[in-house]
């Protein structure tokens, strides 16, 4: 049952990190302004 929730995980990842790319080459200013937020926090 624990390797069924893994297998799960791992897959609702690795769809997350696609669909990430996917918006970010329709959306390039959008990842921008996110990579730019995230190093105003440093």
């Known amino acids: 049952m624990q ?4 297998h799960w995980l ?4 690795v769809t997350a990190l696609l ?3 996917f918006v ?3 959306r ?3 990842i921008v302004d996110l990579a ?3 190093f ?3």
């Open 10 to 13: 791992i897959g609702a990842a």
């Open 36 to 38: 730019n937020r995230f």
């Open 3 to 6: 390797t069924q929730v893994k």
């Open 24 to 26: 970010s080459y329709l």
């Open 28 to 30: 390039t200013s959008f």
């Open 19 to 21: 669909g990430l790319i």
């Open 40 to 42: 105003m926090c440093f």
